[in-house]
Structure formats: C-alpha cells, structure tokens
C-alpha cells in the first residue's frame, strides 16, 4: 500500500490544488484532503481521532483563518484555529513529515525581498499568529514551513484567490482599487503545489520562503490580468496604501527564495512570465502544465 499524506484545507485554494497536483507530481503517495465539513480544527479530540484513523505518513497543513480583516475583528478565532490547531496537528504528527503554510505578513513590508533570516515583525493578528505557530512547529526537526504572498487560482465554489474576488467584485459593478505602492511576488497556485510535492520528496526540513520571481505592485499585477479577465476591464482604478485606513498591511511583502529553488526541479516563475506563457485555451490558467516556456 501507498503512504499517506493528510492535506488539511482541502477545500481552501492551495488545498484544492495540492490534492488536485498529486496523480502529476506524487502517484507514490495516497492522499487523505480534511476539509472544514469534514472536521474543525479546534475540536482537538476529534481531530486527534481522525488522525489516529488514518495513521498518515505526512501531513501538509493548508487550513487557516487567512483574511486579514476576519482576523482583527477575531483575535481569539485566529489564534485557536491558526496557532492552537496547528500546534496540536503538529504533535500528533511529531514523528513524520510535517508541512505547514505560513504568511510573508510576518514581516512588517518596511523593505521587502525578505530572506529566511530576516527579522520577523509582523504588524497584524494574522501576521502575529502565524509566526507563533512557526515557532511551535520548528521545534520539531522534522517538520517544515513555507511562507507564501499573494496566490492566484480558481476555486471550486470561485470566492478563494485575489484573482476570483476581483472579478467578483468588477462583475457586480463594483470599482476594485490597487495600490500602486504595495508590492507582492504573485504565484500560481499549481507552482505552489507541485513546489510543496517536491519539498516533501526531499525530505528537507526547515523555514522556506516561495514566491513569485518578480516584484509587482497591485496594480500591475491587476494591468497583467487584463487579457485573461476582460470583466475587469474599466473596473480597475489606482490608489495608495499611504491613504488605506483599514486593518494593517505591510507595504511590501517581496520574498527571496534562493534556498527553495536550489531543491526544486523547475525554475519558479514571475508573475507576468507565466501568463506570457500559457496560452492555451480550456487550460486552467493556474494549474503547472507538462511542459512550460519561461519568457
């Protein structure tokens, strides 16, 4: 019998794609998706059950409470589902490969391309909880964790990426304004998951940074969409995150990631050179296709 892997967040975004990238990426492992239907995170015994069930040989753990707003209107929430849940998925699997999705947000995005070794200083709950799971979980010398940005993809229900809120947003006439000094490294999210595949193969435990090659504010980011997202043409309208008065955002979250791409098989993208890239029509925009020209 094949070795199991767990994905939890089966039904978030990266999760969608984590499970979706395994027949590709790792026909050698079984893959086991947790979805919020399927359990909460926070119901600690029931989990500890489910675990025990299945017995997995790895865990790559995708849940989390992850927009920003949600978690400073929730602190208490945030914690218990982004630290507390983590922590104790983390023990239950103290003798195995575990992954865990962490955030640039902890980092405060006063300079950008950030390296593993930098300073983390987050500026809001969300960045806050993060970091404090990242903590829990390198102390296992086992376990690893990767901080992602800014994901682009398509959901099954359509409300999970950047991408899907802008163009809802844009459909129901509404004006969508990016910054254009708030800088992200975009990624498909079929790199991440075919990256994450990869990193577990290896077996190399440890803090990753996986981001996109190019640094892009929000409204080019936006510009770049243009092609693929007609409904969004006219509804884009520029700002600056000196005049943003909601919950904190750091100005720019761009990520060094050198010490991934040494164990990967493929060469990460920018952001504007994969969409230069795919042109095939029906394809899924985001999925990591057979083959792919950099440009």
Not at 77 to 94: I, Q
Not at 199 to 223: A, K, M, T, V
Request: aromatic content about 8%; charged content about 25%; glycine content about 8%.
């Amino acid at each position: 019998m094949k070795p199991l892997v767990l994905v939890t967040g089966a039904a978030g975004l990266i999760g969608q794609y984590v499970l979706r990238a395994a027949a590709r990426w790792a026909p050698q492992w079984d893959v086991h998706g947790l979805t919020r239907k399927d359990v909460d995170l926070t119901d600690l015994s029931h989990v500890t059950d489910i675990y025990r069930t299945l017995n997995p040989q790895a865990v790559i753990h995708c849940a989390a409470l992850s927009r920003t707003k949600d978690c400073e209107q929730h602190p208490e929430k945030a914690r218990l589902v982004n630290v507390a849940a983590t922590a104790h998925l983390a023990t239950l699997a103290k003798d195995v490969p575990f992954f865990f999705l962490s955030s640039g947000e902890v980092f405060d995005g006063e300079r950008g391309w950030y390296e593993e070794g930098d300073e983390a200083r987050p500026i809001n709950v969300y960045g806050r909880t993060k970091l404090e799971a990242e903590h829990v979980v390198l102390q296992n010398p086992r376990h690893a964790v990767v901080r992602i940005v800014l994901t682009a993809g398509t959901s099954q229900d359509g409300d999970r990426s950047f991408v899907e809120e802008m163009c809802r947003v844009a459909t129901s006439g509404g004006l969508v304004t990016l910054f254009e000094d708030e800088y992200r490294c975009p990624l498909p999210a079929g790199v991440i998951a075919r990256a994450l595949w990869e990193l577990l193969d290896h077996e190399r435990p440890g803090l990753y940074h996986l981001g996109g090659r190019e640094r892009l504010s929000r409204w080019e980011i936006g510009q770049a969409l243009l092609q693929w997202y007609p409904m969004l043409t006219a509804r884009l309208q520029s700002g600056t995150a000196r005049s943003y008065t909601g919950s904190p955002r750091p100005v720019d979250l761009s990520l060094r990631c050198d010490k991934i791409q040494r164990l990967l098989s493929f060469q990460i993208p920018g952001f504007r050179s994969w969409l230069a890239s795919r042109t095939e029509a029906g394809a899924d925009l985001w999925d990591y296709p057979d083959e792919i020209r950099e440009a």
